[in-house]
């Protein structure tokens, strides 16, 4: 797949909110777009075209969101053939309405509805309205070689499932993207050897539950208890996926994203623990530590359940890595149950996470069901007090590694001091050491001499193995 054409002459510029999946989505939109005549740009002035990909997750993210497409009008006053189309989770969840609601917005286009652009785009060029919002039991995009946006030409972003099936009640995801449906295995294959060919040195496995994977030849997860018997016998589980991944490409690390604690089965904890090239991360979201709390939140497991689990995950993988999202001020949460959560924060010593104020989603069980009945002050000390918890925890963390010396791959220049480098160890913590004679994408030991919470300090002392 070519990054741009030369022939190409319209100009898409395309922005990106929310999670990793978005991301991942634009640069598939950006491949088909592509062969519809448009190039990327990073000028939002000289568009064409201008795409928002859109989150709804919570209720800010909408809101930063209508933000920009006021920002866009003020750029169509000057650029008055601008086309502006809405994609993703907001667009699905308000479908034709956004089209009412936002003058300015000419197109709204569905998760699962890319393919159909090309025609969107003929009906918006011909000045009219264009809606697709309809979700697929199989669209997966495996076929489609996505265009990478923002690259470092390091990390990329591969996706194996779309969808949710576990209807956590707080949650919008399940009603935007569909139902769960996973990626042809051999098409995921291809993506990262293509990757690997081009220089890339570490992918993360995307999805809104990758332990959920199955491939039984396509459709959803849920039709698998009907699939034939052959079908069955020649699955292929996360497990599978994980170590054919790995052994594919044994020179590039692999992550993955996100781990759902009630998919989550030990025959991945082993394939993690086996292959050296798989990272010793999990990002392991609980969302509250009150088994009441999780009842109410659907979330499949217990507290109990949960710590079971990680106390698994540090026997079978010592030095792993594990990271959190908390919600706080569920509906109904006491003062007693939000102790729980910091008591269980306190067992896991997380690496780090992503803790949010509880934020009622229209058409969720828990919109229908529950009263918001935190209030707002509540919400907001809670969260202070957990952020605060997980800061110490971080530090903790961090510090356990002063005088160790860990793997880096090179990402980035650092942000502080043009002089370092930034990368991240395997347990995804952030590693900042003088350039020295070492280049972006090089595999380097360093020495860790300092930390703050959420940064390793230190310096490189060569090559780690895994340099080619
Ligand atoms: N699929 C993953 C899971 O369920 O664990 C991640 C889903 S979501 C894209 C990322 C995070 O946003 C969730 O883990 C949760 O902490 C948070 N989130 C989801 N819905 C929310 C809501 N209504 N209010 C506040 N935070 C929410």
């Known amino acids: 797949m070519l ?51 859109t989150c709804s997750i919570r209720d800010k993210a909408e809101q930063t969101v209508r933000k920009r497409l006021e920002k866009y009008n003020a750029v169509k006053r000057i650029n008055p053939k601008m086309k502006v189309g809405v994609l993703g989770c907001m667009a699905e969840r308000l479908k034709e309405k956004f089209l009412d609601e936002e003058k300015i917005v000419d197109m709204v286009v569905g998760p699962d509805a890319y393919k159909d652009l090309p025609n969107l785009l003929k009906e918006i060029d011909a000045g009219r309205d264009a809606v697709n919002v309809v979700l697929s039991k199989d669209e997966t995009y495996g076929d489609i070689s996505p265009v990478r946006l923002g690259t470092n030409g390091i990390n990329a972003l591969v996706s194996i499932t779309r969808g949710c099936d576990n209807m956590c009640t707080f949650c919008v995801v399940p009603f935007t993207r569909g139902r769960e449906r996973s990626r042809d295995p051999q098409s995921i294959l291809t993506e990262v050897k293509d990757l690997a060919e081009k220089g890339y040195k570490e992918i993360t496995l995307l999805g809104q539950n990758v332990d959920s994977y199955l491939w039984y030849g396509g459709g959803l997860k849920k039709d698998f208890k009907s699939a034939s018997k052959i079908e069955k016998a020649t699955a292929t589980s996360f497990a599978n996926l994980l170590a054919m991944v790995a052994k594919s490409q044994p ?3 692999i992550r993955f994203s ?76 006491t003062e007693e149950e939000h102790q729980e959560t910091l008591s269980l924060m306190e067992h896991v010593k997380y690496y780090f996470g992503f803790m949010f104020k509880y934020s009622e989603r229209p058409g969720t069980m828990a919109a229908r069901k529950l009263v918001d009945d935190v209030p707002e002050a509540i919400k907001k000390r809670r969260l202070t007090e957990i952020v605060d918890a997980q800061r110490k925890h971080s530090a903790y963390r961090t510090n356990s590694y002063l005088g160790k010396t860990v793997e880096v791959l090179i990402e980035r220049e650092a942000k502080k001091n043009q ?9 995804s913590l952030v590693v900042v050491f003088p350039k020295e004679q070492y280049q972006l994408g090089d595999f380097v030991n360093v020495k860790i001499k300092n930390c703050t919470s959420a940064t390793l300090i230190g310096e490189a002392v060569g090559y780690s193995d895994n340099q080619q």
């Open 3 to 53: 990054e741009s054409k030369q022939s190409n002459s319209r100009k898409l510029y395309i922005e990106s909110y929310g999670c990793q999946m978005n991301f991942s989505d634009s640069e598939i939109v950006a491949s088909i777009l592509v062969n519809e005549g448009f190039n990327t740009t990073d000028k939002l002035e000289e568009a064409d075209l201008v795409l928002v990909n």
């Open 251 to 253: 020179k590039m690390r």
């Open 258 to 333: 996100t781990s759902n604690p009630q998919d989550m089965t030990e025959d991945v904890l082993h394939m993690v623990a086996k292959h050296q090239n798989i990272c010793n991360y999990i990002h392991l979201p609980v969302q509250s530590g009150s088994s009441r709390i999780l009842k109410e939140m659907n979330r499949q497991h217990t507290r109990e359940e949960y710590i079971q689990l990680v106390d698994r995950i540090h026997e079978i993988i010592p030095n792993c890595g594990i990271s959190q999202d908390m919600i706080t001020g569920f509906p109904t949460e």
């Open 419 to 427: 002089n370092d480098w930034s990368g991240r160890n395997p347990q």
